[in-house]
């Protein structure tokens, strides 16, 4: 199932860790990915999903970026390096791989995030903690933005 054209993923979803360290993917977010997923890690403590047809979107920035450049690598062995497939079970449910979850510090609540053309997952805890600090110093952010400081 390819990503359906114009859907843009968006909104926050909660999840919870089932026996087996299975979880559900949400519905809607489902719809628009598919049944055939990868996951792999992601930034600040965080897994990024994307669906298996639009797996390039993780290489975005490094594209064309010759590999001799130590950035690049390090960039796509973090994002490729770390990736799993996963194929989602007839109720959407499917297997967090134990160092993914470990990295991203899931206990048992998680939240995903639909970020237009992936999705983030993460523990409830650190997402809390994270969007508290980023609630604070959004306007800082666009600043930089706008300044073209991606520091």
Known sequence: MKDQ???MLIGQYDGKLEAKNRIAFPKKLRA???????ITLGYENSLIIVSENSWKALLEGTEGKPFIERATRETQRFLLGGASFVELDDKG????P???REFAKI???VIFLGLSRYVEMWD?????????N????????SQ???KGDNE
């Open 144 to 146: 930089k933005l706008i």
């Open 124 to 132: 409830k805890n650190v997402w809390k903690e994270y969007s508290k």
């Open 107 to 109: 206990q048992n609540e």
């Open 98 to 100: 134990s160092y993914l």
């Open 5 to 7: 054209a114009g859907s």
């Open 134 to 141: 980023l609630e604070k110093n959004i306007d800082k952010i």
């Open 32 to 38: 628009i990915l598919g049944s055939k997923l990868i």
């Open 93 to 96: 449910r499917f297997v967090i």
